[in-house]
């Protein structure tokens, strides 16, 4: 099939995103698909030849992407492109997606998660992996999950919606209940999330999360120990445990080898695990996500879950949870990224309104 692997983008994801879609591409043309590598943001401005014969460029367009220890600088990756113009799809992107036979995302944050790249690909009618616009939207906002989650009855830690400015972060810094969690509500990749230790750290958090919306989330911190859980197709995935050499699971522990100590399967007991993966499953259907995605959890004290969240277009670097989980339950890393695309294509065919068959 030809397949473009869609990563990059403008958001503070981008690098994990072109390390997970350069790894997605490679396996895919392992596979012996045509694949594509294409930044959504940058697209093809650097491509000359016929659109139809750059799903047989040399290595699929890959480079050689790699994480940097901090978010990147989207300001300079703004002034790179050569149009320097306000669309955050670049050139040719659309066509070229619109000439494959499925687009993989391999997007992260804002305009991959949130659901607008999906809901622009529905409109075009271009087929792509993973879950529709509105799943992912609703997924992408920890606002409408833990809503949901509480609606639900899914376990979740305490939490408020906090809207402040600037000459509130002073008072909130000392009213706020302590140890909590100050979060971005669309933030990914540990980004724009805050564990302060101390109220000087809440107060420099508080600050810090001005730049990102003019909401927080402030939840109650379970102290425990960190379980994530994959979901793939209609069933969960061995859970694995991350310990942070840091004592946190940010952004650099999650992507910077030695950063964290992973565990898969968790060292968890087969009832823990069936409840884990059980609350995952629900989660993601609750949000009517699709084909793949992945549940944080705390595990407390008392062997009690908490979810915190869901993702709908888990990493798939080679740091990354989601291929270790699918090797433990006996999926290697090409067979995991096929599997995403069959279980896509079936889902597209099961929405069409006519007849459709998958390659």
Known sequence: MKIVVLAGGLSQEREVSLVTGTAVCRALRKGGHRAVLVDLFLGLEDYDGPLEAVFDAPDGRC???????????????????????????GKDV???????????????????EDGRIQATLDLLGIPYTGSGHLSSAMAMDKIVTK?????????????????????????????LPMPCVVKTPGGGSSIGVYMPE??????AALRDLLHFDGQIIVEERIVGRDIFTGILGDRWLPSVEVISAKGKFDYEAKYQSGGALELCPANITGEQQEEIGEMALNLHRLLGLSVYSRADFVLDGD????????????????????????AAAGLNYEELCEEIVQLSLRRTCQHAANDCQGD
């Open 63 to 89: 480079g050689n992407a790699a994480i940097k220890t901090t978010a990147p600088d989207l300001e300079a990756v703004r002034r790179s492109r050569r149009d320097r113009g306000p669309s955050l799809i």
């Open 147 to 175: 809503r949901l989650m509480d609606a639900a009855g899914i376990r979740t830690p305490r939490w408020r919606l906090l809207e402040y400015g600037e000459a509130e972060v002073e008072a909130l810094s000392e009213e």
């Open 198 to 203: 101390t109220r000087e750290e809440l107060k």
């Open 303 to 326: 062997g009690v879950p908490w979810c915190l969240e869901i993702n709908s277009l888990p990493g798939l670097t080679s740091a990354s949870l989601m291929p270790k989980e699918a």
């Open 94 to 112: 659309l066509n070229v997606c619109a000439l494959a036979d499925i687009v993989f995302v391999g997007l992260h944050g804002e305009s991959g």
